[in-house]
């Protein structure tokens, strides 16, 4: 076993941390997504809270990893290693500017909300763009940057490849967000 074969041990492991903490934050979502009193939305706000933690551990490993790759095996002018390396950068900076933030406003949307059922505001927050679009597009661009580890395109198919991921995953999110909050609406309407 060679060095390189440790780095990349250490990358793929990163990679599943990342992903084994998306999927957590997904389940996440889901749960908020259909909470209808604060007791049901808490135990899933908490959790989200305490795995996105792990984030900035993937992404260093990720970046550590793939930095020791690149300097012993590829050229850091690669087009597919930059544009992974540009996509490092917008989870580094969506996650915690827009996800994290959110999050915290969601926090504070349930503290005042109180105990029983969910008010507007809370069911509001659950459902906010801020949580959904940054976690479901930051799974698509990461699926984005695993194309482009395995097909090693060119500049623009590189570049395609992660803002298709990225576009998908938000699109996702958008559906996901709308068809509930109009069930949401219709439901309180009707009462």
């Known amino acids: 076993m060679d060095a390189y074969h440790v780095v990349l041990y250490v990358?793929?492991?990163?990679?599943?941390l990342a992903i084994a903490a998306a999927g957590t934050l997904v389940t996440c979502l889901f749960?908020?997504?259909?909470s209808r009193t604060l007791a049901e939305a808490a135990p899933w706000g908490m959790t989200a809270g305490k795995v996105g933690r792990l984030f900035p551990v993937a992404i260093l490993g990720l970046f550590g990893s793939g930095a020791?790759?690149?300097?012993?095996?590829?050229?850091?002018?690669?087009?597919?290693?930059?544009?992974?390396?540009v996509g490092l950068v917008v989870l580094a900076v969506q996650g915690?500017?827009?996800?994290?933030?959110?999050?915290?406003?969601?926090?504070?949307?349930?503290?005042?909300?109180?105990?029983g059922d969910l008010g507007a505001d809370a069911r509001r927050m659950c459902l906010h763009p801020g949580l959904w679009v940054t976690e479901f597009s930051a799974i698509g661009l990461v699926l984005g940057i695993v194309w482009n580890m395995t097909?090693?395109?060119g500049t623009w198919g590189a570049v395609a490849a992660e803002v298709i991921g990225y576009a998908v995953g938000?699109?996702?999110?958008?559906?996901?967000?709308?068809?509930?909050?109009?069930?949401?609406?219709?439901a309180a309407?009707?009462?």
């Open 189 to 191: 309407d009707a009462v």
């Open 170 to 186: 938000a699109a996702v999110a958008l559906a996901v967000t709308r068809s509930n909050a109009t069930a949401t609406s219709a």
């Open 151 to 153: 097909e090693k395109p």
């Open 96 to 115: 915690p500017g827009v996800g994290e933030r959110t999050g915290k406003q969601l926090e504070h949307a349930l503290k005042a909300n109180g105990p």
């Open 31 to 34: 749960g908020l997504r259909a």
């Open 68 to 85: 020791y790759m690149t300097s012993h095996l590829w050229s850091w002018s690669t087009s597919w290693i930059v544009a992974g390396i």
């Open 11 to 16: 990358h793929i492991c990163s990679l599943l």
